[in-house]
Every structure is written in C-alpha cells, then in structure tokens.
C-alpha cells in the first residue's frame, strides 16, 4: 500500500515565512501535505507529478469574488471557479447580498442562504465559502446564528448604497436594495452592523479572532455629486469620466467614517476592501495610527495593480470602485512594497458581453459595472512583481497565508505538513499574450486584452486533485463549502 496517494516532485516549494523557494517533493494523503522534504521516495507513491523544476506556489486564497451577480449562480460556480483554476486559485470566498442582482430577493438569510448553498454544491471546481452582507434589521440579528451554523465567520457594508445602486445613481434605495419600507441603508446601519458583529464576536469568545468586518468604502453624497458634474461638463470620455465621477477622495472620506465607527462600536477587526488609489491607502494608514487598537487589513486587486485609466482594453474596465490613473498604481505599488497591504484578491464578477454594455456602447455611465479577473491573479503580480522587486515569499503571504488566516481557513494559505494540498505550479519565464477567448469563464470580453504576462499557472491542485493539467482544466467539480472556522 502506497504511503502518497500523489507525489508531486522536482518543485521550487515557495513559502510565506521562508526567504527564498527550496527544491522539495511533495506528498499528499487523503486530500493533506503529509511530507515536504527533498528527494522523496516515488516507490512509496500511487501517483507521480514532475513539477520540472517549477514555483510551487501555496493555492491561492482569492479573498474576494461574486459569483451569480449577472448569471445564475449555478452558472457562475461551474464557470468561474474553472477559470480561477487559470489563475492559481483553489479557494474562493465570495460576496453575496440579498436585493437586486445575486439571487433577485430581499428576506431572511435563514431562508436566503440554503439556497446559495443548494445553489452552488457539487458545481464548483475549487473550495468556496461566502461573506454575506446584513442589509436590513432583520440580517443583522441573525449574524449569530450565520456563525453558529452555517459557518459564516465575515460579513460586509457597501458604503456607496446610500444613494448608488451597482452601476450609479438609484433613486429608490429600498427596491434596488429590498429592504422593508421605513428602513434605510444609512450611516446609522453600518453603526448597527458593527455592534451585530461584535455582539458575535463577544458570544463566541473562541471565534472573535476569526469573525470580522469588510466594507466598501466609497462615499455616496461625493460620488453623486461629482457624476452630475462630470456628466454635465461633458468633456472626458470612458474610464477617464468613470474614475473622476467616483474620486479617490471619496475613498478617503467613507475609509476614515467606517475607521471612527469601528472605534466607536469597539469592534477590532475591521477589512478595507479594494483600495485603488494613494488617497484610499493614505486614509487607511492615517486610521491606523489614530486607531491602533483596530486590527486593520488592507485589500488591493489585481486589475488595479496591473490596469489604469489608459491601458485598460476598452469600457470593460468600469468596476467599482474605478480604474485609476497611472500615478494611483504606481502609488499601490509602492505600498505593497512597503507592506502596507495585506492581501492581493481578484474582484472576479463575470458580465457577459450583452449585460455590461447598454445603449450607446460607448457611454461609461450605462456600463454595468465589474469583470473577471481571478485567472490573471497570480500571473499577474508574478509578473509585475517580478519587474519591481517583490519577493515570492511575499506573493505567498499576500496571495494565500494573509487571507486564509483573516477568514478562518485554518488548513488553508501554507504549503506545510497538515495543511490541505492546495498547490500551483507557475512557470515565471514564460511570456503570454492575454485573450479573452482562452478563459474558462463565460465572460466574452476582459480589460486585461493584449497584456503581456511572464508568468503562467500551468497545474493546479485542489486537496491533491489535479484540476488544472499543463494549462487545461480537466475532471469534475469537487470543490467543497467552506464553514468557517475550519475545524
């Protein structure tokens, strides 16, 4: 009887608290890494994988995604979690909300989520948890028990619903949303979500560490304000208007509310999700230091590390908050490099084609907001990393250690003995072109169109299941639902 159901060997094993990757094997029993170690016996494997030499890099945990937003959910979870495998990705926590878009209802989440899990089971190729957002009075009570039983250990404000749908301006808060009449989306709501969620942290007193808080920080008032006004000069086009009509200042103001209201209702941990400019990260780092008694984290994707205002393939590029100036990148860059960002993540939302562009095409405004991404994740800051100094070790914290420990995937985010066999293989000398038509996810179209990446994932691993072969995608789904903490 063989010792390793699969030896994967010849890898440069990358880790997040070592400096640089060593030559190992890698053995795997029942879906774990039971042995990291040079020169393996493969006698005492039932399968053997020559990684050549190749990063193993740890799978990556992509922090941030939206499944079912345009399409059916169980649509999305086949798709997209394929084209995730594209890009190094074995876990995916998603954002849900009840109202318009996702599942199209308002409601309880005690009757909401059983049917994003019925939704989403036996469909995905990679592990999935969810992050749902509390938009009424009702949700915010029934945080507890989300945590107690079904594993929901993070929960999420939009800052910018206060008078924003998804795409822009909403004039009937209370339909787009489906909250009942009489409630509002409001400042004060956020205050109340953050006393729900530290309620749930002080009655389970073993989870606190693990149960947290993410908002989109974008402040509604500035941003309309400033839609009129660029619609109303008429002078800049496309992702130029889009990026001005939501400035980074806004960023700024909503970071520094949300900062004061996580001190005032005395919860401690608190995520900024996709910071895209200097001002954004500015605000968040004055926060800190105001509020050290808060436990920060600060998310950046890739697609605004990679992509600005200029060199984003066409419209496809609006996304919530926007594509930046080339300044604002380099500024995030310069923060990751500092280490004053925590993890990296994909904002992958498929919009197909005919959904994100209305009439005219070219108006930025009737745009659906967000596209996919999760496939260029990892090449993509491999890629870019490289050019700027970033160490592997860091692409594995930032990719995989970082969030997996934040969000309670405990056997997540490390390639050690006991941890699931989550692995990537990359080729970091390996020159690409990006095309939509070579992604696994249904989305026709990508702003990332004609980049030259130097990085590819060719194999995936999901537990020790070989999901992506030499660049396919290949078997059946056997992603699992992630209760979180995991046990």
């Not at 774990?32 to 493969?42: E, G, K, L």
């Not at 190749?54 to 499944?67: E, I, M, S, T, Y």
Request: net charge negative; proline share 5%; aromatic share 10%.
């Amino acid at each position: 009887m063989s010792t390793y159901d699969l030896l994967l060997t010849n890898v440069r094993v990358v880790r997040h608290d070592r400096p640089e990757p060593e030559l190992m094997d890698i053995g795997v029993t029942d879906g774990r890494i039971s042995r990291v170690a040079p020169q393996i016996d493969r006698a005492e494997a039932a399968q053997v994988v020559d990684g050549g030499g190749r990063l193993a890099f740890p799978g990556v945990v992509d922090a941030h995604q939206h499944w079912g937003i345009y399409n059916p959910l169980s649509e999305d979870a086949v798709s997209e979690s394929r084209a995730s495998v594209q890009g190094g990705v074995t876990t995916a926590l998603n954002y849900m909300r009840t109202g318009q878009y996702y599942l199209n209802r308002g409601g309880r989440y005690a009757d909401f989520f059983p049917e994003v899990l019925s939704a989403t089971e036996g469909r995905s190729y990679i592990d999935y948890g969810f992050h749902l957002a509390p938009m009424s009075r009702e949700h915010i009570g029934e945080v507890p028990s989300l945590v107690e039983e079904h594993g929901v250990t993070s929960f999420k404000i939009f800052m910018f619903y206060g008078s924003h749908g998804l795409h822009g301006r909403s004039t009937d808060q209370n339909s787009f949303l489906m909250i009942p009449e009489g409630e509002r989306y409001d400042y004060a709501h956020f205050e109340f979500v953050m006393r729900g969620v530290q309620a749930a942290r002080e009655r389970f007193p073993e989870l606190a560490d693990e149960i947290s808080l993410s908002l989109h920080c974008e402040t509604a008032e500035i941003m309309s304000a400033y839609t009129k006004q660029v619609e109303q000069d008429g002078t800049l086009r496309g992702l130029e208007a889009y990026h001005a009509s939501r400035p980074p200042h806004s960023e700024g103001l909503a970071v520094s509310i949300a900062s004061y209201l996580a001190h005032e209702t005395g919860l401690p941990k608190i995520n900024l999700l996709h910071l895209t400019s200097e001002k954004a990260v500015d605000a968040a780092l004055r926060m800190a230091r105001a509020f050290p008694h808060i436990d920060f984290r600060r998310e950046v994707t890739i697609g605004h590390l990679v992509a600005d205002i200029d060199t984003a393939h066409g419209l496809g590029g609006k996304v919530n908050p926007p594509l930046r100036p080339r300044a604002d990148v380099e500024a995030l860059w310069g923060y990751v490099l500092d280490g004053k960002i925590d993890w990296v993540v994909s904002d992958h939302a498929c919009c197909k084609d005919e959904v994100k562009f209305g009439e005219p095409r070219d108006d930025i405004f009737v745009a659906k907001s967000g596209f996919g991404g999760a496939e260029y994740l990892l090449p993509g800051l491999v890629t870019e990393g490289n050019r700027r100094g970033l160490s592997y070790q860091r692409v594995a914290e930032l990719t995989s250690w970082n969030p997996a420990q934040r969000f309670g995937l405990r056997n997540k985010g490390a390639l050690l003995q006991g941890y699931d066999a989550d692995i990537c293989l990359v080729d970091p000398d390996s020159t690409w072109t990006v095309r939509a038509e070579d992604s696994e996810s249904t989305q026709e179209y990508t702003p990332f169109e004609g980049f030259e990446l130097t990085a590819r994932v060719t194999d995936t691993f999901v537990r020790g299941q070989h999901v992506l072969v030499d660049g396919k995608v290949t078997g059946e789904p056997a992603g699992r639902y992630l209760a979180r903490p995991q046990r």
